[in-house]
């Protein structure tokens, strides 16, 4: 027998379904306001199954899915990790 699933433990379940189906909302939404009204959905059904303690963890996640798939204003990269080390301007060359 299994114990049943935490609230944190849906909440993540959510969080993921969510992560993996947005390749297939965003394909298969026929314009920009189909694809935000699901997302907003989505959304507010995940934060209202969120307890008060879990709360600002789990709309840090889903901004950071939100501006990953273009849904919420922000960065989608945070820096450049160049392939090579910077050029020592003193060894000739």
Do not use: C, Y
């Not at 993921?16 to 907003?40: D, G, I, R, T, Y």
């Not at 959905?41 to 963890?57: K, M, V, Y």
């Not at 996640?61 to 922000?74: A, D, E, K």
């Amino acid at each position: 027998m299994h114990d049943p699933p935490t609230a944190i433990e849906r909440i993540q379940a959510e969080l993921a379904a969510l992560e993996a189906e947005m390749p297939s909302l965003q394909k298969h939404a026929a314009n920009v306001f189909v694809l935000a009204s699901a997302w907003a959905e989505r959304h507010d059904a995940i934060i209202f199954a969120t307890p008060p303690g879990l709360r600002s963890e789990v709309e840090a996640r889903l901004r950071r899915i939100g501006i990953r798939w273009g849904m919420v204003p922000g960065r989608r990269m945070t820096g450049q990790f160049p392939a090579l080390p910077p050029r020592d301007p003193g060894a000739g060359s």
